[in-house]
């Protein structure tokens, strides 16, 4: 980035004989770093003197700071527009030196370990200039005012006056505009907080918060009705018994269990006899397993290991286990072993009933990524008993309240149609070459 | 169909995509080069599709898991991705190009057979993971033509000087001479040409960036429950769409500066590798989300 800036420098001095002080008008790059370095600097400054995260305020005020300003950079553009500041701040420079400014502070996010939100660190320097709670930091708040009050005078720019060509680059500026606007003032409006919905319990409308111990109330109750895993029928392995090193089939990576099916591993092949999904092992030595759907059921497999001859080396039932009964391999000699993984989850869900204020119920399934909306809350299945997995007791269910997402998902929209139509542009969505080189 | 059945798609899909740029040196008139070049190109693509649609109904998810199976992804939507681009800017090159890294593609696959695994965690199985990824994949591939293009320019610059330039010259002859090689008249010695040139594939790279970084959000919303976490992963695509946008926002004044442009366009191509590869070594990508990119 600094690279840019001496060129720039280099080439104002040396090309224009630019005997120009600074800040005096007109305003060029050279202001904008300064600006920059400054904001920096007070950014720094207040979260070393604060030593805390900060937040934008809740609703009602940032409804109605967001709406001021934004009325106000349109009123400011309408009838100060040729005012000095105001030419410079929407035009090329501060837009570029903005963009610096913030690309060099994510870089930092992008590079400092970021500390849970809620957690207060003592004593830490990184922590006291702000950057392992960036996205709370003044820093980033000084940031993001310049940037947006770039991009927020460039969009009504690319609108005053109405062109046709200007729309597409109008219609970026805006969306990424409004998504900036409505994800920073909306940042304390949300809420992310989660249920622990226990089988059989009673229902309860009591969320955590998702950083702090905090609880809050739903308007609505939750019950778990089951808690359930589809799971993936399990792979089997071939394993080295000295560095437990896993041997790969010859013919793919991974060997899933299928109904009789085999594979072969090195020198030897595997046959599936017979599988069970979910079983009960009949005795403590696993000489025999029985199909089940009761809890703690684990998957079995009767298998039989040839060589390359086709005569029979061993044959077994093997399992994968799980928190109840103890897993079991099949030998193939004294080096290498065959062994069952437990089954991979490919969707899990809970089955719920909710109670809603006004006395009925509703009944639906969530699952990961098929949230579900409850009187302006979203529902998300994100956990359970990791241990027990399909026999989990348990099911968390995140529950998430943003108001402005509606706001930030019409900004997403408008960008998207922006940059395809600068997409179909091309170049000649950039003025056309001139020899304007300082606005 | 499955993988055993891959062979056959991907000779007859090499051969079409040489078709389809070779066209170019035949002794006909440019519309019916044109068509012809669309014809072999869609053919592949069809193929392709099919080839994919089946493979995702017979592993009963979307193959999107393991690098060979993104790798399938590429070799359909380069070379649509050439053809938008040979059919709006008449880049022939271009065309050449997106096919030739798609043949690259099936020919990796060719010489690695793919593993064969039907597990994919929850998490992935979102209507947004396809788009997402594929998106991202296509504005890596187009960047990385703009940067191309962008060294392109900047050998040609400093073409009357010696030593390293030379040296860069032959290791990034192939672009240099695919450029050159299907380029008409005064389009590959004149530096604001190439550099009109790179726009255009920076715009189209841009949209998909933007895109793919969008769709995230929209999925993230949708899996984890909140569209902007400050992923390491999220802050480093934001920080390659910051550096486009300087590239953009520089491009649209100081037009005569453009060795200051083509080297900005070379650097930026450092943040979409650091993106790409460097987040999983940062020390910021402990909680990574993404961390399951690490496991095939
Ligand atoms: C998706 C993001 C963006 C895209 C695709 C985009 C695209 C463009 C393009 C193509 C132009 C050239 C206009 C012309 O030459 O007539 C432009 C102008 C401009 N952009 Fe952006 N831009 C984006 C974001 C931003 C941001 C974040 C800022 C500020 C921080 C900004 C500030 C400006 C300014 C000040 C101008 C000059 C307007 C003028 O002088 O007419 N843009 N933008």
Do not use: C
Not at chain 1, 69 to 86: D, M, R
Not at chain 1, 181 to 188: D, E, F, P, T, W
Not at chain 2, 190 to 205: C, E, P, T, W, Y
Request: aromatic letters at 16%; glycine letters at 4%.
């Amino acid at each position: 980035m600094s690279f840019i800036v001496l060129y720039l420098q280099k080439k104002t001095v040396t090309q224009k004989k630019d005997k120009r002080r600074l800040f005096q008008f007109p305003w060029q790059y050279k202001e904008g770093f300064v600006i920059s370095f400054i904001l920096i600097i007070l950014g720094l400054g207040f979260d070393f003197i604060t030593k805390k995260p900060i937040h934008f305020p809740a609703f009602p005020t940032n409804l109605s700071l967001v709406i001021t300003y934004t009325l106000l950079l349109i009123a400011i553009y309408k009838f100060e527009k040729n005012n000095k500041i105001v030419k410079w701040i929407s035009g090329i420079p501060a837009a570029i030196t903005a963009t610096v400014l913030f690309t060099i502070v994510s870089a930092i996010l992008g590079i400092v370990p970021q500390v849970e939100p809620g957690v207060i660190l003592k004593d830490d320097i990184l922590y006291d200039l702000g950057f392992k709670h960036l996205t709370t930091s003044w820093l980033i708040a000084f940031t993001y005012l310049f940037f947006v009050t770039s991009l927020g005078f460039a969009t009504v720019k690319a609108l005053i006056p109405f062109k046709k060509k200007k729309f597409g680059i109008f219609l970026s500026h805006l969306g990424l505009y409004i998504i900036f606007i409505a994800g920073i003032a909306g940042s304390s409006d949300a809420k992310r907080t989660y249920f622990y919905l226990e089988n059989d319990a009673e229902p309860t409308n009591i969320v955590t918060d998702f950083y702090s111990p905090q609880k809050y109330e739903t308007p609505f109750k939750l019950q778990l009705n089951k808690f359930d895993i589809i799971e993936y029928n399990p792979k089997i392995v071939l394993v080295n018994f000295s560095d437990n090193e896993l041997i790969t089939p010859n013919s793919s990576k991974h060997f899933i269990i299928k109904d009789s099916l085999s594979e072969n591993f090195l020198d030897w092949t595997i046959k599936v006899e017979k599988f069970i999904k979910y079983s009960y092992p009949t005795d403590t030595s696993y000489s025999k397993f029985e199909e089940t759907k009761s809890k703690g059921a684990i998957p079995a497999a009767l298998v039989a290991i040839y060589d390359k001859q086709g005569n029979l080396i061993n044959q077994e039932w093997i399992t994968s286990g799980n928190f109840i009964f103890p897993r079991k391999n099949i030998a193939v000699n004294e080096k290498y072993y065959f062994a069952m993984l437990s089954p991979e989850p490919k969707e899990f869900s809970s089955d719920i009933t909710a109670f809603l204020p006004d006395g009925t119920t509703e009944n639906f399934i969530l699952k990961v990524n098929k949230p579900k909306k409850l009187m302006g809350w979203d529902l998300y299945q994100t956990g359970y008993d990791e241990r027990r997995g399909k026999w989990s007791s348990y099911s968390i269910i995140e529950a998430g309240y943003d108001p402005w997402l509606p706001a930030v998902f019409t900004g997403i929209f408008i960008l998207i149609a922006g940059t395809f139509y600068l997409f179909w542009l091309g170049s000649r969505a950039i003025k056309e070459d001139d020899n304007n080189d300082n606005n | 169909m499955n993988w055993v059945q891959f062979p056959y798609i991907a000779y007859t899909a090499i051969i079409l995509l040489v078709l389809s740029f070779s066209v170019f040196f035949l002794p006909i008139s440019k519309k019916s080069k044109k068509i012809l070049a669309n014809i072999f190109a869609l053919s592949n693509v069809a193929i392709f599709a099919y080839f994919i649609i089946s493979l995702w109904i017979n592993l009963d998810r979307p193959p999107l898991r393991t690098l060979g199976e993104t790798r399938l992804w590429y070799a359909v939507f380069l070379p649509i991705l050439g053809l938008i681009t040979f059919n709006r800017w008449k880049y022939f090159w271009f065309l050449a190009y997106s096919n030739l890294m798609a043949i690259l593609f099936i020919i990796i696959n060719l010489t690695h057979p793919e593993t064969y695994n039907k597990t994919l965690m929850p998490a992935l199985q979102s209507p947004w993971f396809v788009p997402h990824v594929v998106v991202y994949l296509l504005s890596y591939a187009i960047l990385r033509v703009s940067w191309l293009v962008a060294i392109n320019g900047l050998l040609k610059s400093y073409s009357n000087k010696k030593g390293i330039v030379k040296v860069l010259s032959i290791l990034l002859s192939p672009i240099y001479f695919l450029i050159n090689l299907f380029s008409e008249n005064d389009e590959k010695d004149n530096i604001k040409k190439i550099l009109k040139m790179a726009d255009n594939i920076v715009f189209i790279g841009f949209a998909f960036l933007t895109l793919g970084i969008l769709f995230g959000a929209l999925w993230a919303k949708e899996a984890w429950g909140s569209y902007w976490t400050w992923d390491p992963k999220e802050t480093w695509a934001l920080l390659t769409f910051l550096v486009y946008l300087i590239y953009i926002h520089l491009r649209s004044q100081h037009k005569n500066k453009t060795s200051l442009h083509l080297w900005v366009l070379t650097i930026s191509f450092a943040f979409l590798l650091a993106a790409w590869f460097g987040v999983n070594y940062m020390p910021s990508a402990k909680n990574s989300v993404h961390t399951y990119s690490q496991e095939e």
